[in-house]
C-alpha cells in the first residue's frame, strides 16, 4: 500500500503559478504510476496529468498542455505538478493519485489523496 498526502495549494491570481507536491509513503514509488486529478465545485472529477514509473513518459488533459507540468523524484518519494498561466476555471480541490499497473486518463488509480485545495482568483 501507499499513502499519498498533497501540498502546495492555496490562493492565487489569475495568471499566476502553484507547484503541488504529492509525498508518498513507502519504498516502492518507484514501482507506481502517479499522477494528477481535480474536482472543481459542481463537476465532475478531471484527468489532469499522469507521469510513468520512471519518469519517460508524461500524459496530459488537452486542457493542460503547455501550461501544466508533471515531474517526479524517484529518490524523494515525490510528484509534483507545476501549473502556469492559472486561469479561474483551474480553481479545484486536486488529488494525486497512483497504480502500479494502471497509466492513463481514467479514474482507475488504486490509490487517492486527500486533496489540496487551489483557488485561482479573477
Known amino acids: 500500500q501507499v499513502q499519498l498526502v498533497e501540498s502546495g495549494g492555496g490562493l492565487v491570481q489569475t495568471g499566476g503559478s502553484l507547484r503541488l507536491s504529492c509525498a508518498a509513503s513507502g519504498r516502492t514509488f518507484s514501482t507506481y504510476h502517479m499522477g494528477w486529478f481535480r474536482q472543481a465545485p459542481g463537476k465532475e472529477r478531471e484527468f489532469v496529468a499522469a507521469?510513468?514509473?520512471?519518469?519517460?513518459?508524461?500524459v496530459y488533459a488537452d486542457s493542460m498542455k503547455g501550461r501544466f507540468t508533471i515531474s517526479r523524484d524517484n529518490a524523494k518519494n515525490t510528484v509534483y505538478l507545476q501549473m502556469n498561466s492559472l486561469k479561474p476555471e483551474d480553481t479545484a480541490v486536486y488529488s494525486c493519485v497512483a497504480d502500479r499497473t494502471y497509466y492513463g486518463g481514467r479514474a482507475e488509480y488504486d490509490y487517492w489523496g486527500q486533496g489540496t485545495q487551489v483557488i485561482v482568483s479573477s
Open positions: 507521469i510513468s514509473r520512471g519518469g519517460g513518459s508524461t
